[in-house]
T-cell receptor, first 114, second 115 residues
């Protein structure tokens, strides 16, 4: 039951360029979306979130875009830095549905090359 | 910066034994969660806890699992009789929730190995 899908298992970009990580979801009840970064042997680190009432949220180098009609969101990292190399997880919840549990995608491993 | 802590970092146990995984959530947070990640798989929700009771649980969270907040700071996950398939990374998380801030902050995880 893949309610949250990250179809690219890996992505490689050059330092200074833009990284675009994509996420699709199938459950129309999802109304809150988050991106997490995870290094090996560590827990997921919260990056940025977006509510379904918005289509964009920006925090420094990180911007999340939400396209509700397409049930698609993306995370843009500009400019990318070698320290951004990690696994990025998309997660969703249905707050209006009374559920705060996060449903995660499988993750995309980002490698930023110097 | 406040953070979620978990102990132990690695727990090895024999099948059928009981284990308790411990977490100290961020001090002013109100909601507490357990997730797990089996090697190579997704992070999966187990249970959420609010106001000293379970608010939501997944199908994974069967009678072998229980959670407790024994004092004002700790949050524990107990597995009564471990199985080989319980081997996973277990993550504790906490959030302010209900205040308009819903981000969940995760601990570093406990690697549980059942032999």
């Amino acid at each position: 039951d893949q309610q949250v899908k990250q179809n690219s298992p890996s992505l490689s970009v050059q330092e200074g360029r833009i990284s675009i990580l994509n996420c699709d979801y199938t459950n129309s009840m999802f109304d809150y979306f988050l991106w997490y970064k995870k290094y090996p042997a560590e827990g997921p680190t919260f990056l940025i979130s977006i509510s379904s009432i918005k289509d964009k949220n920006e925090d420094g180098r990180f911007t999340v875009f939400l396209n509700k009609s397409a049930k698609h969101l993306s995370l843009h990292i500009v400019p990318s830095q070698p320290g951004d190399s990690a696994v990025y997880f998309c997660a969703a919840s249905s707050l209006q549905g009374g559920s705060e549990k996060l449903v995660f995608g499988k993750g995309t491993k980002l490698t930023v090359n110097p | 910066e406040p953070e979620v802590t978990q102990t132990p970092s690695h727990q090895v146990t024999q099948m059928g034994q009981e284990v308790i995984l411990r977490c100290v959530p961020i001090s002013n947070h109100l909601y507490f969660y357990w997730y797990r990640q089996i090697l190579g798989q997704k992070v999966e929700f187990l249970v959420s806890f609010y106001n000293n009771e379970i608010s939501e649980k997944s199908e994974i969270f069967d009678d072998q699992f229980s959670v407790e907040r024994p004092d004002g700071s700790n949050f524990t996950l107990k597995i009564r009789s471990t199985k080989l398939e319980d081997s996973a990374m277990y993550f504790c998380a906490s959030s302010l929730a209900g205040t308009g801030v819903y981000e969940q902050y995760f601990g570093p995880g406990t690697r549980l190995t059942v032999t």
